[in-house]
């Protein structure tokens, strides 16, 4: 379905583990934007749950294996951020922070990308994981 619908000629860049950042970027592919998900060497760890997980989340998305914490990886990070619209990324700040993927970092290629990070306390709000098990679990329900 990229290609067509409203979000058509949008290219978003994902940075996303497990299921909030990956749903949210299914939901963009499946409006028509252009998502490239961007994976670890190894690949993105909802590869070990089940193929069939994986191919749920990350349908209508092409993927690229970037090592972030390299070099090379941040070049090629880059070039991707000075052909996209927006970069979508939930992990925890200190590794949105650590990997470059924060607005500061990446504006000198493209000054007009918007930045959405998926935390589950904000950049500022501490650096716990926020898994919905444990989102439960600290709200009592």
């Known amino acids: 379905m990229t290609g067509q619908g409203p ?3 949008i290219r978003v860049l994902e940075v996303g583990v497990m299921l909030a950042g990956p749903y949210a970027t299914m939901m963009l592919a499946d409006l028509g934007a252009e998502v490239i998900k961007i994976e670890p060497p190894g690949g993105e760890i909802s590869r070990q749950v089940s193929d069939s997980y994986f191919a749920s989340l990350n349908r209508n ?3 690229v294996v ?3 914490r390299s070099e090379g990886g941040q070049r090629r990070l880059g ?3 000075a052909e996209s619209h927006a970069l979508l990324v939930n992990m925890k700040p200190s590794a949105i922070r650590r990997l470059g993927l924060t607005y500061e ?4 290629y493209n000054d007009k990308i918007v930045c959405v990070a998926l935390t589950g306390f904000g ?6 994981p926020a898994f919905d098990y444990v ?3 600290g709200t009592g329900v």
């Open 7 to 9: 979000l058509a000629g």
């Open 61 to 63: 998305k092409q993927s």
């Open 66 to 68: 970037l090592d972030l």
């Open 79 to 81: 070039a991707l951020v």
């Open 105 to 108: 970092a990446l504006r000198r």
């Open 123 to 128: 950049m500022d709000g501490g650096d716990d």
């Open 135 to 137: 989102i439960q679990a």
